[in-house]
């Protein structure tokens, strides 16, 4: 499911043990039926471009299933790893901050012969666990911790209209793949260095419960032009493994140009051409491609033409950049000469 906070959401909880229609039942809820023990619950790890899939994490699920957890077939299960030298000692090349461990539950197998019940109880104590495999799968937004929540948030202060536009066009994608034409949902998004391009697409993916896959485009251009496109190519296949996700292509301008930076590389546009309009994806979860650049006027005319739309983000007004302020310094005691005022209207830049 996604999440639009700007939206209104309406949730209905049903206590465990009654049936929708029924009249609740008055009185104490000390005797309230507990849901049955899971014997053995099986689970696959979600690939994620944020951890290595195939680590080995005993201790964390160990320490997770210390705590008896209710467990569904199909639910993913969101494991924190901040502070697991475990998980320090699987990720060493990939380690950025602390990410979520995601497990979807394959298969649950009771303890006692029983109707199918809508949830088990898996513990250490009773439970035998098994690590089946991976596989893809959405995964639900979860905010980072102990970290400041203008980075983790749905609605980064002065970024809201974006992120909310970039959620319009990719949105469909997710939910009417069968009328779309082959290739990926594709966004250039344009605006000055630092104005927050990257903080506005992870808002969308977190919303859109999508894995965020970021790839510098620099890294991109080899020493010749059979090379970048092999380079290109590995790319798209790496994030179809991720899938769903958004692939970023930071600095988009620098594919297509000859190493000169003045000609263009036709066969390297050519690619990314057919890569972004033809392309048929080999995975039953969708690819969307975020190209990002802060020089718009540099990037080849035939690569601009290759993405659906374009999203531009432009420099803060000086209310929203006192509106990230705000969120930057809401965990920090701020003396009283602080004015955030003041620092958002001396902070004012011209776009260039």
Not at 101 to 128: H, M, W
Not at 140 to 154: A, E
Request: aromatic share 6%.
């Amino acid at each position: 499911l996604s999440c639009d906070p700007l939206e209104g959401s309406l949730l209905t909880i049903q206590r465990y043990g009654e049936a929708a229609g029924v009249q609740e039942i008055k009185g104490s809820r000390s005797l309230l039926s507990v849901p049955p023990i899971a014997k053995e619950l099986h689970i696959e790890i979600v690939t994620s471009p944020t951890y290595n899939t195939k680590g080995i994490y005993d201790r964390i699920l160990y320490q997770h299933f210390q705590t008896p957890r209710l467990v569904q077939e199909n639910d993913i299960l969101c494991l924190p790893t901040v502070g697991h030298p475990e998980f320090l000692e699987e990720n060493s090349t990939k380690f950025v901050r602390w990410p979520e461990l995601c497990f979807r539950v394959k298969r649950i197998l009771p303890a006692e012969k029983i109707q199918q019940s809508i949830g088990y109880l898996a513990d250490t104590q009773n439970t035998s666990l098994f690590l089946v495999g991976s596989t893809n799968s959405a995964i639900p937004s979860f905010p980072s911790h102990n970290g400041c929540s203008f980075w983790s948030s749905l609605s980064p202060a002065g970024l809201c209209s974006a992120v909310k536009q970039l959620c319009d066009i990719l949105g469909p994608h997710l939910h009417n793949r069968e009328i779309l034409l082959n290739g990926s949902g594709s966004i250039l998004l344009s605006g000055p260095s630092g104005v927050g391009k990257i903080t506005a697409v992870k808002a969308a993916c977190s919303r859109l419960n999508l894995h965020f896959f970021k790839v510098n485009c620099v890294a991109l251009c080899g020493d010749t032009s059979g090379s970048t496109e092999v380079k290109l190519h590995n790319a798209f296949s790496e994030a179809e493994f991720y899938s769903p996700c958004v692939l970023l292509m930071k600095d988009i301008e620098l594919l297509g140009r000859d190493r000169d930076g003045y000609g263009e590389d036709s066969r390297v546009i050519l690619a990314l051409r057919h890569l972004l309009l033809e392309k048929e994806i080999n995975t039953s979860y969708p690819v969307l491609v975020v190209g990002t650049t802060s020089k718009l006027a540099d990037v080849p005319s035939d690569v601009q033409t290759a993405f659906l739309h374009e999203v531009k983000i432009e420099v803060p007004t000086e209310e929203q950049r006192k509106a990230i302020l705000n969120m930057l310094t809401q965990n920090f005691s701020l003396g009283k000469e602080v004015s955030l005022t003041k620092l958002a209207q001396q902070s004012a830049v011209s776009e260039f």
